[in-house]
């Protein structure tokens, strides 16, 4: 059965670094979503892309943030420069169509931790 | 009052018992609903969802939706060890892809 698959499963960085998150979106899904999770809190949407832009972005997805899909395969989440309280687990998700939200298979995760 | 309210729980069961979980919202225009099933260092894995108001049954999982009391639940029938997870309702507004989830009720079932 596909999968989302995110790399690498736990990345650890200085405060101030530039960190990039990878996904492998489901092949042939269009929607393609990141969300974080803050150990012992709750899963919160950052952003979602379609088409090759951004079609929605939450309050917490600030200039530190960018998406990208550079090929046809992978899902990019870049942080510019790594604050503490941006450890957390960060999800990436995908979407076949827009068939509504509760398409969206999440892979893994990667565990990131700020130091 | 927070958009989406969720019990963290935790919340341990014998095997075989019936297990309710609920979640409540303030945000009326929320219209579609989810619950989603979290395994240890995995991701979120979507169990159910459900349009609007009513319910919705698979297998030995059952989700209802009661948009006047803004209200949601899952129910989990002959409950299995297999079934220990973390619990996430999830919720949105229609033509929005900002999806908003509950802290997730952790559960155990023993055997």
């Known amino acids: 059965e596909p999968e989302v698959t995110q790399t690498p499963s736990h990345q650890v960085t200085q405060m101030g670094q530039e960190v990039i998150l990878r996904c492998v979106p489901i092949?042939?899904?269009?929607?393609f979503y990141w969300y974080r999770q803050i150990l012992g809190q709750k899963v919160e949407f950052l952003v979602s892309?379609?088409?090759?832009?951004?079609?929605?972005k939450s309050e917490i997805f600030d200039d530190q943030f960018s998406v990208e899909r550079p090929d046809g395969s992978n899902f990019t989440l870049k942080i510019r420069s790594t604050k503490l309280e941006d450890s957390a687990m960060y999800f990436c998700?995908?979407?076949?169509?827009?068939?509504?939200?509760?398409?969206?298979?999440f892979g893994p995760g990667t565990r990131l931790t700020v130091t | 009052q927070k958009e989406v309210e969720q019990d963290p729980g935790p919340l341990s069961v014998p095997e075989g018992a019936i297990v309710s979980l609920n979640c409540t919202y303030s945000n009326s225009a929320f219209q579609y609903f989810m619950w989603y099933r979290q395994y240890s260092r995995k991701g979120p894995e979507l169990l159910m969802y459900?349009?609007?108001?009513g319910n919705k049954e698979d297998g030995r999982f059952t989700a209802q939706v009661d948009k006047s009391s803004k209200y949601i639940s899952l129910f989990i029938r002959d409950s299995q060890p297999s079934d220990s997870a973390t619990y996430l309702c999830a919720m949105r507004v229609a033509n929005n892809n900002d999806m908003r989830f509950g802290a997730g009720t952790r559960l155990t079932v023993k055997p």
């Open positions: 998700a995908s979407q076949p169509r827009q068939g509504g939200p509760y398409e969206q298979y």
């Open positions: 892309f379609y088409n090759n832009e951004i079609s929605e």
């Open positions: 459900t349009y609007s108001s």
């Open positions: 092949s042939n899904h269009l929607y």
